[in-house]
């Protein structure tokens, strides 16, 4: 039901993105590809068994299978819609390398924003999480597998300064869950912008997602946090 759920709010944004573009020529509209140079530390568990993943950054780029990291943002005005997608999937050992763990992780956001300040926006929205956790046990040959997904509210905000004629520093901050989906889930992304022309800039920040998640019907459990350096380029049309 919450996949349901969560596809169908992905589809009804889509649309409305669509919609308003189309309706409205003065959207400003930005594309952001950016690289998350992550660590991960947590505790992750399947049908009651847990893992402790204490991973650099360093271990993570040896042990990473797959990832890909976008934005997308469209403004007129006070007004703002925004995307987030975060995929990564990791396999690595864990807990003095007695598990073998597997970790498959979708984060997909929607948000919306209205400007209050010139450089302070007000933010509202959810984040979808799909995450499946293996565990396999060499010692004992035991493996075990399962998949959770669901949808975490969340507010937050999102500051700006402009530091010069090429530069400006963003702040952006959020927190969700509140037990209706993660018992707890927040962020932090600090970042610096360098603007090389009027539609082209850089991007580097630091970025700290922190999920804290329990099903006890299942034993599913995901308590990690993401953190690391940031590297992005935005196009702006």
Do not use: C
């Amino acid at each position: 039901m919450r996949t349901f759920v969560a596809s169908a709010g992905v589809m009804l944004l889509v649309g409305t993105l669509g919609q308003a573009a189309s309706a409205q020529d003065s959207w400003d509209h930005d594309v952001t590809l950016y690289f998350l140079g992550a660590g991960m530390t947590g505790e992750v568990g399947v049908g009651g068994a847990t893992a402790n993943v204490d991973l650099t950054f360093g271990e993570i780029l040896e042990n990473l299978d797959f990832s890909f990291m976008a934005a997308y943002r469209m403004q007129k005005s006070k007004w703002s819609l925004g995307t987030d997608v975060i995929y990564i999937g990791l396999k690595t050992t864990a807990d003095s390398e007695r598990t073998e763990l597997d970790v498959d992780q979708w984060l997909v956001e929607l948000n919306s924003g209205y400007a209050i300040r010139p450089f302070l926006t007000l933010l509202a929205g959810a984040r979808y999480n799909s995450i499946k956790n293996r565990l396999f046990f060499p010692a004992t040959e035991t493996k075990l597998e399962a998949t959770e997904d669901w949808v975490d509210p969340l507010v937050g905000a999102r500051l700006s300064l402009k530091l010069g004629a090429k530069w400006m520093a963003h702040l952006r901050a959020d927190i969700g869950g509140f037990g209706i989906g993660s018992d707890l889930a927040w962020q932090v992304l600090p970042l610096v912008e360098w603007n090389a022309s009027e539609r082209l800039s850089a991007l580097l920040g630091y970025r700290v997602i922190a999920i804290d998640y329990a099903n006890e019907h299942t034993g599913f459990k995901y308590d990690g946090t993401i953190s690391g350096p940031g590297l992005g380029l935005n196009v702006l049309f």
